[in-house]
């Protein structure tokens, strides 16, 4: 399962921070609750306060007058309804809603308590008074009740600022944990585009500068792998240029002894055609073994000594001229256009093998009377060098298989299938590139080969 650290670090950054958040919501909730409480409270006790004053006896008789300031104390534009009672002596009412529950326990002092009137909930305080008069006492109860509208409504001012202000600091860490978290793990993204651009051959130590203590086992432990790769790397390349070098001699010495073998008079067609196709085999295997060389050289990127000052036009035509023989055999016109100069800094055996593998594949796939043109100029800080030729051109899904090691495209032409990796690897080891095109108007193929340009 793919996971994100920065998700997985977030996550854990926001559960505390959401716990916390939360306890000190219901904290903050618990406050307004209070103090709404009260506030309702000793308006219900005020206006319970006001009433029980006004029951006063007259002519023996307890009568109660309702005040209109004891009920105007709760408008509000919440539309609260409010009920009062008024009972003398536990039974008698004096006036008010008769509906109107008492409380669970009756005690002398101001009793609050939650009731319910037609099924609304109601906030009720019961006040009891003793009233006097001419030897008899009266116990009187004021009761006064109101709905819940206004007290939900000042609940909600007092917590909702509360709740913005919790809100907003939720989004507020949110973001800088994100921010910190995307800052903080830039050194592990850019280790990662580090190590996925690589070149699969490039096996050079991670730079270790700049990252994390953290990071840095991890780093350490990848590069000494790299290292050991990298040796393996040399051995077997050793190993393949050591297996060919050592091919040469006995192969030169068959193809000796083989041109020795002139099939005589006496030698039947049978023994002359296996001779023919001995040394078929053997021109063959040796091209495939110097190829293999090459190949194994070039892979080894060249050591500074090796690298001298090379003028890669004086190359190009060297080259020609070996193969201009090869090129009249098929009679393909093979020409050149080359720069006075073209200097890089390279092995010359090694530009040598890169232009005589175009030139060759140019001459050997262009069909009979062909043309075939090789140029290098100088341009800018870049030695380009060309070859062009008019033959079939590689198909475009061929194209990315003919720099893989061994591919031949469909071709009667003899060959090894190493030419193109070798031209490729050693591009590479000069610190240049190869692309091919398809030549004007779709005919033929273009290579391009650029390398850097030494500077005098
Ligand atoms: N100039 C060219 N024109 C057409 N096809 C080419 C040309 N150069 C290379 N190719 C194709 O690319 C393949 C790979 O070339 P290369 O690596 O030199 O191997 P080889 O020449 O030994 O076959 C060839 O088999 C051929 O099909
Ligand atoms: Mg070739």
Redesign the pocket.
Known sequence: MMHSLRARLLGWLLVPVAAFVSVTGLMSYEAARETAGLLQDNALLASARIIGEEVNWEDGVLIARIPPAALEMFESPYQDQVFYRVVKGGTGLLGGNPNLAFPAHATSRPVFYDSALDGRPIRAVAYERELYDSGTTEPVTVIVAKTQASYQAMLLTLWRPQLVRQGLMLALVVALALLGLTFELRPLIRLKDDVADRDALRLEPIRIERLPSELRPVVDAINQCIARLKLHATTQRKFIADAAHQLRTPLALLGAQIDCAHPCRHCGPLLADALAGIRRSSAKMTEMTNQLLLLAQAESSPPDRALVRVDLAAIVSCVLEELVAAAQRRQIDLGAELGETACVMGSATLLTALVT?LVD??I???QEGGRVTATCWEEDDEVVLQVI?N????PAEARAH?FERF???A?DAE???????IVREIAHSHGGSVALKPAAEHAG?MVSVHLPRRRD
């Open positions: 593998n594949n140019a050997r796939y262009t030729d033959g079939p051109g590689i003919v591919y031949r495209g071709t060959g090894t299938g190493l030419g193109l990796s193929l």
